[in-house]
């Protein structure tokens, strides 16, 4: 029996305005009354993953966070993977010569936030882009964290490139980090990279050990790079119709999530 119902969040159970469309909260609603669980996996944050949690009454004990680099079980950290110190600077040495065509934020385990730019296309992007509508985006100068005396755990990189270097910085990413940090795609223009030991698929594979479950009991949701390792390790992967061609082939298409716990319910006899 799917007991376990993974899904992304941006792109996968949120639409383009940034909601859950009714029939997928309908139908989230209705696998959480027969007795399922479900365990969100984002790269947000665990306030923002809660914050939404309780716009849509649905419950949020569990959950991976930060692209795989902080699990949640029964409202308490299980496992965290900040990114090194070092790693950091070698990172914010290693790009420096690219300023001009990119912006990052380090995301702190405190939400906190250090931007390469005030202004640059993180802000253009994602505060006064349609599909935010954001105004409590605060961050500080990059160059504040390395000054810190006592530094907050930084969880991952958040990436952005311009829409006509996307492609280009990608390459130059996994050339450089690959093997030294998780480097994937979160959109056209976005990457995360995380400490090389978190990923979404590490914290799953470390959620079932620790709840004692096995794969086949699991199915999970995504749309993005970053989602491949989690369906890796679930049972049932599902890929969305819209996901990056990358993707697509490491599950079975799904219209929605709505889509798929109706599958689900079906292979369990609910429905």
């Known amino acids: 029996m799917i007991d376990t119902l993974v899904s992304d969040l941006d792109g996968t159970l949120l639409n383009a305005v940034k909601e859950i ?19 969100p996996a984002s790269g947000r944050n665990v306030e923002m993953i809660r914050n939404l949690a309780e716009s849509y009454h649905f419950p949020c004990c569990d959950m991976i966070a930060y692209t795989g680099a902080q699990l949640l079980i029964n409202g308490e950290t299980a496992a965290e993977y900040p990114i090194e110190e070092q790693e950091l600077m070698n990172f914010y040495i290693g790009m420096s010569e690219f300023n001009e065509e990119i912006d990052y934020q380090f995301r702190g385990i405190d939400n906190s936030s250090f931007g390469l730019h005030e202004k640059g296309l993180f802000y253009k992007k994602l505060v006064l882009g349609a599909q935010m509508k954001r105004s409590d985006v605060v961050q500080q100068p990059l160059e504040n964290y390395f000054s810190l005396d006592i530094k907050p755990e930084i969880m991952k990189i958040f990436f952005v490139a311009s829409d006509d270097n996307a492609v280009k910085m990608g390459h130059i990413l996994h ?22 030991k978190a990923n979404k698929g590490i914290a799953l594979t470390e959620y079932m050990r620790i709840k004692g479950i096995e794969p086949c009991s699991v199915a999970a949701v995504g749309d993005a790079e970053n989602d491949i390792s989690m369906l890796q390790a679930a049972g049932y ?18 219209a929605s999530v709505a889509d798929v716990i109706r599958q689900c319910m079906k292979s369990n006899g609910e429905q």
Request: one cysteine or more; aromatic letters at 12%.
């Open 21 to 39: 469309n009714d029939d997928d909260i309908s139908m989230l609603h209705q696998w959480v009354e027969l007795g399922h669980h479900f365990l």
């Open 175 to 196: 050339d450089r980090f690959d093997g030294i940090m998780t480097v994937s795609a979160s959109g056209e223009t976005y990457y995360e990279l995380c400490s090389l």
């Open 237 to 254: 992967p599902f890929a969305m119709q819209n996901a990056d061609p990358c993707v697509k082939a490491y599950g079975k298409s799904a």
